[in-house]
């Protein structure tokens, strides 16, 4: 079978949930999951129990590590995390706050800190470039592993990216709250077997209502 590729977007976010919690948090730019958020990343890792993937690859904010997190136990993976796939920030003019690489290794066991990544983030950027440093570090993990089918958990614009980076789409991307893409590598560069399914969770209506279109 040829190489495959899954994209997922994090599932719903704390501050999506209660919009006044960014005048009071500690890291504005990086809200954990939602309780219905954290039930859609177990849900997502469910339901790709039984698809063939080999290695797990997460964008480094709280919401995409934890969404990784539940699908890397319901596939008994590591995760390994790819600051390319991180999201895209047009108003920011620096790094932001993250969680400390020692409370990740407290709180996310999973995570495999050995990963030498192949893209890294830098702000201020622009939104189009951020896209193509998404599509930018998909590609150099796809090439990076020839032989591993992969899943890459990340941010609504950067899906966004990936997509139209590697298979050239040009239509509108509609990106839902931990809506699966597939995409399989073809002679002439790459397909789409999967756009935006949400049948797996138990609450698509939500998932919709947070829908990225780019």
Not at 174 to 190: E, N
Request: charged share 25%.
């Amino acid at each position: 079978m040829s190489q495959r590729i899954w994209i997922v977007r994090h599932g719903n976010r704390e501050d999506f949930q209660n919009p006044g919690w960014t005048r009071t948090a500690q890291r504005p730019f990086d809200p954990a999951l939602s309780p219905d958020g954290e039930t859609q990343a177990q849900e997502v890792g469910h339901s790709l129990q039984s698809e063939p993937i080999d290695r797990i690859f997460a964008s480094p904010f709280l919401r995409t590590i934890q969404t990784a997190s539940h699908i890397a136990d319901a596939l008994d993976l590591p995760v390994y995390l790819e600051p390319g796939l991180g999201e895209i920030l047009p108003t920011v003019q620096e790094m932001p706050a993250l969680m400390s690489e020692e409370e990740r290794a407290r709180r996310f066991p999973r995570v495999d800190r050995d990963h030498r990544p192949v893209g890294r983030l830098c702000y201020p950027e622009r939104s189009e470039d951020g896209h193509k440093r998404a599509a930018a570090a998909a590609h150099a993990l796809v090439v990076r592993y020839p032989d591993k089918n992969l899943l890459m958990v990340t941010h609504a614009a950067p899906v966004v990216g990936i997509v139209r980076g590697l298979t050239g789409l040009q239509d509108r991307i509609f990106v839902p709250l931990c809506g699966i893409f597939t995409l399989q590598r073809a002679d002439s560069g790459w397909r789409i077997l999967q756009h935006s399914a949400i049948s797996h969770l138990s609450d698509p209506e939500t998932s919709r209502r947070y829908a990225h279109s780019g």
